[in-house]
Structures are given as C-alpha cells and as structure tokens.
C-alpha cells in the first residue's frame, strides 16, 4: 500500500471528531462536565457504546476524566476546549494556510447576563470564579457565588486572587437560599457534592465544572493555583457565551 503524502492524510483531529457519536459527546460536553449515565441519556445510547467512544476521545487527549470528589464510583468527562482550539487551527492550516484559525481570544464584544457559580462552602471555587468572571467582564456581567454549607473564604484562594490582580479581601460567603426565586441565565456547579446531593436553582442554562476542592489538597496554596488556573481557563470560555444572543424565554 502506497502512503499518501502528509499534506492529502486526514488531520488525526477529523478523523476521530468526524464520527456521528463522537462529534455528539463534544457537542455535549463543551456545554459541561458530565457522567457516562447522563450522556447515555442525553445521546439515547446504550452505555458500552459511549464508553467506548469516550475512550477514543480521551486517547486523542480531547477529553479528560476525574473521579467525582462525592461519589468516587463515578466519573465526571471534561472536553479540553484548549486543544480542541489547537487542533482545529492546525486542520485549518493543513487544507490551505489562509485558513489557519487563530486561537480564541477575550470576545471585543461586551459580555451580558447573571451567572451564579455554586460549591459546598463558598469558600474558595465558586468565589475564585466569580472574582475572575467579574474582572474579565469589567462587571458588565451580574456574577454572584454561594454555598450550600457556607464557610471562612480560605486565606489562599485570597492570596491567589491577588496575585491574578483581583482584590477579594471583602468576599463573604452566602448561603444559596438567598437566591431562591431570582432566576439567573447560567448556573454553574464547581462542587461534586452540591451538584450530585442539591437540586439546581432554575436558570436558562446550567452547567457542572468538575473541580477538585484545593483546601482538602495536602499541596496547599499550589493547588488553589492549580484552581485558579482551570478556573481562569473555564471562564474565559464562558465569555463567549456570555456574548452571544440570548433567545426569547418561552412563556
């Protein structure tokens, strides 16, 4: 058998994202982190078919797994929207250099909408991700946090903050029934626990980031840097979508 030429082979990125199934389980999880039991519903297959193809994607280093910190029987999967980015800038090159992407930048677009970003104690994630949503959006989007079991703001994820630039010294935890009855546009887990054991306050959209807690971390203050850094990353996609237009609620 002949060898193509590299320039007429197949970019590896096509070749595993082109199947149905597994150009489904992207679409899927760049909206959020999810299960296999939910993705098997959502796509109505059956569970070693998605397993299987999930397995593929994570061989691609697409998608990644992380044990949930509530139930360590399950695994949340998380689309890596960063090599997905390199990826396709590369594909676009490889079928003529005009159509090189450049990688995502912060939208010129202002961003809109209320996010409210939810874990256990409202002590470190959901405040890191709402500090770094509201200084990237200069406050253009209504951002709030809070807990379902609300503790001290932990001193490193202060510390954190400022060394990102962002002054969180006055962050108070809130308990989430202080928002019962205001409707948000994106809620958004970052907690296992409050995701799996809380029902979800009502919101155009909802999401679950899979974030490790980095005060139960041994490492200490590099591990909430280790946050703060896939937080940072996790938001600034999420602008994105903040910027986009917004349909119509149904009546």
């Given at each position: 058998m002949v060898a193509l030429p590299a320039r007429t082979q197949t970019p590896a990125f096509l070749r595993v994202a082109?199947?149905?199934?597994r150009w489904q389980l992207l679409t899927e999880l760049a909206a959020g982190d999810r299960r296999v039991q939910e993705l098997t519903t959502l796509l109505h297959q059956p569970q070693n078919l998605v397993s299987y193809h999930l397995a593929q994607l994570r061989a691609a280093g697409l998608v990644?797994?992380?044990?949930?910190?509530?139930?360590?029987?399950?695994?949340?999967?998380?689309?890596?929207?960063?090599?997905?980015?390199?990826?396709?800038?590369?594909t676009g090159g490889a079928l003529?250099?005009?159509?090189?992407?450049?990688?995502?930048t912060t939208p010129t677009v202002t961003a809109s909408g209320q996010v409210l970003f939810l874990c256990t104690g409202n002590s470190s994630r959901s405040q890191m991700a709402e500090a770094l949503?509201?200084?990237?959006?200069?406050?253009?989007?209504?951002?709030?946090?809070a807990g379902?079991?609300?503790k001290?703001?932990?001193?490193h994820a202060i510390a954190v903050m400022a060394a990102h630039g962002i002054d969180m010294s006055t962050a108070q935890p809130?308990?989430?029934?202080v928002f019962t009855g205001t409707h948000f546009d994106h809620v958004i887990t970052v907690c296992d626990r409050i995701r799996e054991t809380r029902p979800q306050l009502p919101a155009r959209h909802t999401a679950h980031w899979s974030i490790p807690d980095p005060a139960r971390d041994p490492d200490g203050y590099p591990a909430f840097?280790?946050?703060?850094?896939?937080l940072a990353e996790r938001v600034g996609f999420l602008i994105h979508t903040l910027t986009q237009p917004q349909p119509p609620e149904a009546p």
């Open positions: 082109g199947h149905p199934l990644t797994g992380r044990r949930s910190s509530a139930d360590g029987r399950d695994t949340y999967y998380r689309l890596d929207l960063a090599r997905c980015a390199t990826h396709l800038t590369a003529h250099p005009a159509l090189g992407l450049t990688p995502p949503l509201r200084h990237r959006t200069s406050g253009s989007v209504t951002v709030f946090s379902s079991q609300p001290p703001v932990q001193p809130k308990h989430l029934d840097e280790r946050v703060a850094a896939e």
